[in-house]
């Protein structure tokens, strides 16, 4: 695993493998399976599993849950695509739940 230096990274919280950068977060105004989630531009270390229709909050949505690389835990989901005009901005981004995430040195 390379080592990202000063930047303020991400853990899965059961293994501590960084899968996801501060500087990626586009919103922290989500709610996952488990309370509060983030919106990430993108993840790293992760495994994207087999793609669903799903229902969420702001309507249907074709997700993959994502998979810590190391632990396999679930860590969020990956928006593969939005049904409706005004969520697009959501395909290719990532949730990471709040819960399964840690701040790793800072």
């Not at 919103?27 to 229902?55: C, I, T, W, Y």
Request: net charge positive; proline share 1%; charged share 25%.
């Amino acid at each position: 695993m390379a080592e990202l230096g000063a930047l303020r990274v991400y853990s899965c919280y059961n293994c501590r493998n960084q899968v996801c950068l501060h500087d990626d977060i586009i919103s922290k105004a989500f709610q996952g399976r488990n309370g509060r989630a983030f919106l990430f531009s993108h993840g790293m270390n992760v495994e994207v599993g087999p793609k669903e229709d799903r229902q969420l909050m702001t309507g249907l949505h074709t997700v993959a849950d994502i998979y810590c690389g190391d632990c396999r835990l679930v860590l969020g989901w990956k928006y593969l695509r939005a049904y409706e005009s005004s969520q697009k901005y959501k395909e290719g981004k990532f949730i990471f739940e709040k819960s399964k995430i840690v701040k790793e040195d800072w």
